[in-house]
Structures are given as structure tokens and as C-alpha cells.
Nanobody, 117 residues
Framework: VQLQASGGGSVQAGGSLKLSCKAS???????????LGWYRQAPGKQRDLVAE???????NYQNSVKGRFTISKDNSRKTVYLQMNSLEPEDTAVYYC?????????WGQGTQVTVSS
């Protein structure tokens, strides 16, 4: 299984980016039953959960991104997304996708998001 993350980049404050993470080598039924998450890690800081789609279908966000970020998925494409709006310099970090399945815990390679003021 490989997770390929994309969509990062550099934007000015107030801008938007949409991250994508495609799971290859994972069968469809496993993907649909998995917990999906986006994490981020800023320099010198720990990796924190940004948003998650749980196996029960609930969605949770880190308080600092509520109302600005939206996590979603496309089961047919085995892809999880993170739409990020109203970006702030504090959102600057490497963003990682995570798929937690009954067969293993998988991580993408990380994609850099840089927000300038």
C-alpha cells in the first residue's frame, strides 16, 4: 500500500489549497472501512491531527481549523481530500495523510504547505 499526497504549495494568507491523498495497492472495501486523517507538523513541533473521518462516519477537526478546513473522501478513487480555506501563516507545515485500516496504519510522504503573511 502506498499513499501519494499532493496539492501542497505556497500561498498568501487568506488563500486556499486542496490536498489530495490517493491510496494505491489498497482494495476498495478496506479503504471504505478505514479511518482517514490529515496531520501536520511544523518545524520543531510534534505532528498533530488536523482532521479525521472516523470509521463511524463522524468528522473531527482541530479547533484551530474548524470552519476553514474540510475533509472529504471519494471512495471510488480511494482518495481523501483536505480543502483548506482562509489559510493563515500558522498553518504552515508539512501535511501528512493517514489511513488506519484493519490491516495496517499507512502514511503518505508529506506535502509542504507554506502560507506567507
Amino acid at each position: 500500500v502506498q499513499l501519494q499526497a499532493s496539492g501542497g504549495g505556497s500561498v498568501q494568507a487568506g488563500g486556499s489549497l486542496k490536498l489530495s491523498c490517493k491510496a494505491s495497492g489498497m482494495i476498495w472495501s478496506v479503504f471504505t472501512a478505514s479511518r482517514l486523517g490529515w496531520y501536520r507538523q511544523a518545524p520543531g513541533k510534534q505532528r498533530d491531527l488536523v482532521a479525521e473521518l472516523t470509521t463511524s462516519g463522524s468528522i473531527n477537526y482541530q479547533n484551530s481549523v474548524k470552519g476553514r478546513f474540510t475533509i472529504s473522501k471519494d471512495n471510488s478513487r480511494k482518495t481523501v481530500y483536505l480543502q483548506m480555506n482562509s489559510l493563515e501563516p500558522e498553518d504552515t507545515a508539512v501535511y501528512y495523510c493517514n489511513v488506519e485500516s484493519g490491516y495496517g496504519d499507512y502514511w503518505g510522504q508529506g506535502t509542504q504547505v507554506t502560507v506567507s503573511s
